[in-house]
């Protein structure tokens, strides 16, 4: 688990970014803390306004929830501990196979799979392999078919289906034997 700590009053810096970039590499369940929430100046709009530019530098961490809090006061730290615990448990959380297939099988449906040069992109099944990050295995007829827009379909589609608050996850296509 980690916690990415922002300071509310310097905001958004580099090294935030980078420390992001590698919990998200390692595949690690991700919350976005904004401290010394107390000591910014607010109107109505401000948490909005800051949650949306969290959300413009951190692309890749759209999974993470973001807390505002501060420490010294102790305002809202009680929310810290329940969001931990939901993400710890997201990052363990196991899918049953004929669930995902159903979901999977519904989202290609939805969205015909891509072709290139001729060629469809066939889903047979998947199942998962892996917890901590939650890891899916997507059996094609051939993975380079594959395309990263598609899989991140896919992925969003299993986000909708089970929730993955606070945790990466993998899909890994691989051919059918």
Do not use: C
Request: cysteine-free; proline content about 5%; aromatic content about 10%.
């Amino acid at each position: 688990m980690v916690l990415v700590v922002i300071d509310g009053e310097e905001g958004i810096i580099e090294q935030d970014k980078k420390i992001a970039g590698y919990a998200h590499e390692a595949g690690r369940a991700v919350i976005i803390v904004v401290n010394k929430w107390d000591a910014v100046e607010k109107d109505e709009k401000t948490m909005k306004a800051f949650e949306q530019n969290i959300r413009e530098h951190f692309l890749f961490l759209d999974y993470a929830p973001i807390l505002f809090l501060s420490a010294k006061t102790k305002k809202r730290i009680h929310t810290l501990i329940p969001v931990i615990n939901q993400a710890s448990e997201n990052h363990a959380l196991r899918v049953q196979s004929s669930i995902l297939n159903e979901v999977i099988a519904d989202a290609v449906a939805m969205n015909p799979t891509p072709t290139d040069k001729g060629k469809r992109l066939k889903v047979f099944y998947a199942t998962q392999v892996a917890v901590k990050p939650p890891t899916f295995v997507v059996f094609v007829n051939e993975p380079e078919l594959m395309h990263f827009s598609y899989s991140r379909f896919l992925e969003n589609r299993i986000r909708e289906a089970f929730v993955f608050e606070g945790t990466p996850i993998r899909i890994i296509a691989r051919a059918r034997k």
